[in-house]
């Protein structure tokens, strides 16, 4: 049991555990962001060129059964603009990682000419 609790521990104390963690709490407040721009800003944009129709109020009913196809509509425009700004985050970040792993070009090979000169120096400086 010693063991388990001990690779657990160290499961845990990973950075890219902890990492996780903060991504998930700072996703689900950004959510919250996300959900108001779209219900605050976009539907009611939307709900112009609609008609004033709040994409909220749309919805039909079966039987007593109410299928509140709005709020759906909603959830998709909501999950499109976290995935799109995720998408953003990531691609800024594999952008500033390739440009940190980029190491700068080997120097190019000396030309014929700066090898004559190289043999000339090491010439002239055995001659002293």
């Known amino acids: 049991m010693k063991k388990f609790l001990n690779e ?3 499961f845990i104390a990973r950075g890219n555990v902890m990492d996780m963690a903060v991504g998930v709490i700072i996703g689900g407040a950004f959510s919250s962001i996300t959900s108001s721009l779209i219900n605050d800003i976009i539907m009611p944009l939307l709900g112009i060129f609609t008609g004033s129709i709040s994409f909220a109020a749309l919805y039909f009913e ?8 709005g709020n759906f509509i909603q959830a998709v425009l909501n999950f499109l603009v976290m995935a799109f700004v995720v998408f953003c985050l990531v691609k800024g970040l594999n952008k500033l990682h390739r ?3 980029e190491a700068p070009p080997p120097p190019p090979a000396p030309s014929n000419e700066e090898k004559l000169l190289a043999e000339i120096r090491d010439l002239l400086k055995e001659k002293k």
């Not at 079966?62 to 196809?69: I, K, L, P």
């Open 62 to 69: 079966v039987n007593g059964t109410v299928f509140a196809y």
């Open 99 to 101: 440009k940190k792993e």
């Open 8 to 10: 657990f521990k160290q």
